[in-house]
């Protein structure tokens, strides 16, 4: 069993930055993909960005490309995202997830808790 904790969300103003993390552990087995997600009030849960094991050609949704960057430390079993210039509109929980594959397919096999992020005009 793999278990992923996310840490890192808040409350901010629009155009500030948050730095998301997400830490596995428990039963990983190489390689690994890691994403996030995210679900807004109202709003379908949408993939956010990806990052596969190797960390080469990460994945982004139009709405955080040039904004968010997704990251991986290997070594410690993280998977971060940065994000600049918020707006109100990326308010959202945002979940990591896991897949036990080099890339993240379209229904990743582990989830986190979930991290909130609001962002106020």
């Known amino acids: 069993q793999v278990q992923l904790v996310e840490s890192g969300g808040g409350s901010v103003q629009a155009g500030a930055s948050l730095r998301l993390s997400c830490g596995a552990s428990?039963?990983?087995?190489?390689?690994?993909?890691m994403g996030w997600f995210r679900q807004g009030p109202g709003k379908e849960r949408e993939l956010v960005a990806a990052i596969s094991w190797s960390g080469g050609n990460p994945y982004y949704a139009d709405s955080v490309k040039g904004r968010f960057t997704i990251s991986r430390d290997n070594a410690k079993n993280t998977v971060y995202l940065q994000m600049n210039s918020l707006k109100p509109e990326d308010t959202a929980v945002y979940s990591c997830?896991?897949?036990?594959?080099?890339?993240?397919?379209?229904?990743?096999?582990?989830w986190g808790q979930g991290t909130q992020v609001t962002v106020s005009s």
């Open positions: 428990g039963r990983t087995f190489s390689p690994y993909a």
């Open positions: 997830a896991l897949d036990p594959h080099f890339v993240l397919t379209t229904s990743p096999r582990y």
